[in-house]
């Protein structure tokens, strides 16, 4: 359910129609008038655009018409083996669980194994509440708990999928091992064909992912108290600018502060920055992280208010942070506004869920990066209906700034550029379980 009550708006979007239309002048006007621009038009602002392209859920995978039954018998269990942050193992294990339909396997619960860096040896269960994932998905696929008791003692056969590319095919390249071991373990593909996938393997998929996972009782709870601790309505804003994301963007940057250079050259290993021409075309292509300020640079240009809460969906670890604090000043994270007991024994994983939970029942969301988990909190915010959700283009704003583009004319360049990716909705879902509407 959006925060902002239906109501409040309805007047503002005949308001913003006519600012749609009108788009740049209206911009032009509202960058060039005062110190905080927006508030003197709190209409104007990005989400008001009114646009023309939305991803829904598709109606087929919604609606159950595809529901096939279950296989009578099972081809064997499948356990899938996820690495890596809470939003890279959620990935694969949506994948997975397509792909023991598609086998016409039996899913046992997966084995969720965070890497070091996240300092954290949580279990699925540990985050997602296990009785409701099996209650949703119980039409779609066999999920079992625990193992029969003649399989109970023998580890998986493992099937590493993972490094596979191009034309894989799970039924040729998995299959017999399924049927030859009754018990595997896969990691899905990066690359896999679900164009070929049945109907009833593509639902199971959509249904698993995007409404089968909520977070098990104890997250939700501290989710639902963090985020009745907001002021409403606010953004949730995923800002990556944090040393191991500089130091492996191999990007250079000029005006940091001591402390940011030592904490980027601690997070380098062999990775050096580009230099000269390289340097130049490596920012141009979108790849550097924009800074806090630089990120508040593109905020203003969307005409959202300086006063705007705002929800910091990242870790403490954030560079510069100042250079987005100093312009707005209403900013909250996770360690304000919960108290130390919370924290305790939470470790990266569990705290990522907490960032997820908030960013997907917030009013509004901005990711500066397009990673795993803005991915799935686009798509599962889709799924909700909620549609406030843009990715702040890097690529627009290194070209605008080599071209000596600055203040109101590089603020009318961001507009354009966000505007026009607001209004077809991009990269607002995935393709898969999502169908482009027109309004
Ligand atoms: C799975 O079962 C369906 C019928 O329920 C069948 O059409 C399909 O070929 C089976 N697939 C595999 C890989 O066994
Ligand atoms: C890892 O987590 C434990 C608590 O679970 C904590 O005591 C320790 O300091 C953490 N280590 C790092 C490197 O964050
Ligand atoms: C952001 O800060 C850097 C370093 O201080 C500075 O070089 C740059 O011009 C700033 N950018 C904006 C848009 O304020």
């Given at each position: 359910?959006?925060?902002?009550?239906?109501?409040?708006?309805?007047?503002?979007?005949?308001?913003?129609?006519?600012?749609?239309?009108?788009?740049?002048?209206?911009?032009?006007?509202?960058?060039?008038?005062?110190?905080?621009?927006?508030?003197?038009?709190?209409?104007?602002?990005?989400?008001?655009?009114?646009?023309?392209?939305?991803?829904?859920?598709?109606?087929?995978?919604?609606?159950?018409?595809?529901?096939?039954?279950?296989?009578?018998?099972?081809?064997?269990?499948?356990?899938?083996?996820?690495?890596?942050?809470?939003?890279?193992?959620?990935?694969?294990?949506?994948?997975?669980?397509?792909?023991?339909?598609?086998?016409?396997?039996?899913?046992?619960?997966?084995?969720?194994?965070?890497?070091?860096?996240?300092?954290?040896?949580?279990?699925?269960?540990?985050?997602?509440?296990?009785?409701?994932?099996?209650?949703?998905?119980?039409?779609?696929?066999?999920?079992?708990?625990?193992?029969?008791?003649?399989?109970?003692?023998?580890?998986?056969?493992?099937?590493?999928?993972?490094?596979?590319?191009?034309?894989?095919?799970?039924?040729?390249?998995?299959?017999?091992?399924?049927?030859?071991?009754?018990?595997?373990?896969?990691?899905?593909?990066?690359?896999?064909?679900?164009?070929?996938?049945?109907?009833?393997?593509?639902?199971?998929?959509?249904?698993?992912?995007?409404?089968?996972?909520?977070?098990?009782?104890?997250?939700?709870s501290k989710g639902s108290k963090l985020l009745s601790l907001m002021p409403k309505p606010f953004l949730s804003l995923?800002?990556?600018?944090?040393?191991?994301?500089?130091?492996?963007?191999?990007?250079?940057?000029?005006?940091?502060?001591?402390?940011?250079?030592?904490?980027?050259?601690?997070?380098?290993?062999?990775?050096?920055?580009?230099?000269?021409?390289?340097?130049?075309?490596?920012?141009?292509?979108?790849?550097?992280?924009?800074?806090?300020?630089?990120?508040?640079?593109?905020?203003?240009?969307?005409?959202?208010?300086?006063?705007?809460?705002?929800?910091?969906?990242?870790?403490?670890?954030?560079?510069?942070?100042?250079?987005?604090?100093?312009?707005?000043?209403?900013?909250?994270?996770?360690?304000?506004?919960?108290?130390?007991?919370?924290?305790?024994?939470?470790?990266?994983?569990?705290?990522?869920?907490?960032?997820?939970?908030?960013?997907?029942n917030s009013d509004a969301y901005i990711a500066t990066f397009f990673g795993n988990m803005d991915k799935m909190v686009?798509?599962?915010?889709?799924?909700?209906?909620?549609?406030?959700?843009?990715?702040?283009?890097?690529?627009?704003?290194?070209?605008?700034?080599?071209?000596?583009?600055?203040?109101?004319?590089?603020?009318?360049?961001?507009?354009?550029?966000?505007?026009?990716?607001?209004?077809?909705?991009?990269?607002?879902?995935?393709?898969?379980?999502?169908?482009?509407?027109?309004?």
């Amino acid at each position: 359910m959006p925060l902002f009550g239906g109501a409040t708006c309805r007047p503002a979007r005949i308001l913003c129609c006519a600012a749609a239309l009108v788009g740049l002048p209206l911009l032009l006007v509202v960058v060039l008038s005062e110190n905080d621009p927006s508030s003197s038009n709190p209409d104007g602002s990005i989400w008001n655009v009114r646009r023309i392209v939305e991803w829904r859920p598709c109606r087929w995978w919604q609606t159950g018409t595809h529901l096939t039954a279950l296989p009578a018998t099972s081809n064997g269990y499948i356990r899938v083996d996820c690495y890596g942050g809470l939003n890279q193992m959620r990935r694969d294990f949506c994948d997975g669980i397509g792909i023991a339909r598609l086998l016409n396997a039996t899913l046992v619960l997966p084995k969720f194994e965070a890497a070091a860096y996240w300092n954290e040896s949580s279990d699925f269960a540990d985050v997602f509440d296990v009785d409701y994932f099996i209650e949703q998905t119980k039409d779609f696929i066999h999920v079992v708990r625990y193992l029969p008791e003649d399989i109970l003692s023998g580890e998986p056969f493992r099937v590493d999928c993972s490094k596979r590319k191009g034309q894989f095919d799970y039924v040729e390249h998995v299959l017999p091992f399924l049927l030859k071991h009754r018990y595997i373990s896969i990691t899905p593909a990066m690359s896999q064909r679900r164009d070929r996938y049945p109907l009833y393997a593509k639902a199971t998929l959509c249904q698993a992912c995007y409404k089968a996972l909520q977070l098990n009782q104890d997250l939700g709870s501290k989710g639902s108290k963090l985020l009745s601790l907001m002021p409403k309505p606010f953004l949730s804003l995923h800002l990556r600018f944090e040393p191991d994301m500089v130091a492996y963007s191999q990007c250079h940057y000029i005006g940091l502060s001591s402390a940011s250079m030592d904490a980027i050259e601690g997070a380098r290993g062999n990775r050096r920055p580009f230099t000269g021409d390289v340097a130049r075309y490596w920012r141009e292509r979108g790849k550097c992280p924009l800074m806090p300020n630089e990120t508040a640079f593109i905020l203003q240009s969307l005409a959202i208010p300086a006063h705007t809460p705002i929800y910091l969906a990242a870790g403490d670890g954030i560079l510069e942070l100042e250079g987005l604090t100093s312009i707005y000043s209403n900013v909250y994270t996770k360690s304000s506004l919960l108290s130390r007991e919370d924290f305790a024994q939470m470790g990266g994983n569990t705290k990522a869920a907490l960032d997820y939970y908030i960013s997907i029942n917030s009013d509004a969301y901005i990711a500066t990066f397009f990673g795993n988990m803005d991915k799935m909190v686009a798509a599962m915010r889709a799924a909700r209906g909620l549609h406030r959700t843009l990715f702040l283009s890097r690529r627009a704003f290194a070209v605008g700034v080599s071209k000596g583009l600055a203040g109101a004319e590089l603020a009318t360049a961001m507009w354009e550029a966000h505007r026009e990716d607001y209004i077809m909705g991009r990269g607002s879902a995935l393709p898969d379980c999502f169908c482009e509407t027109k309004l």
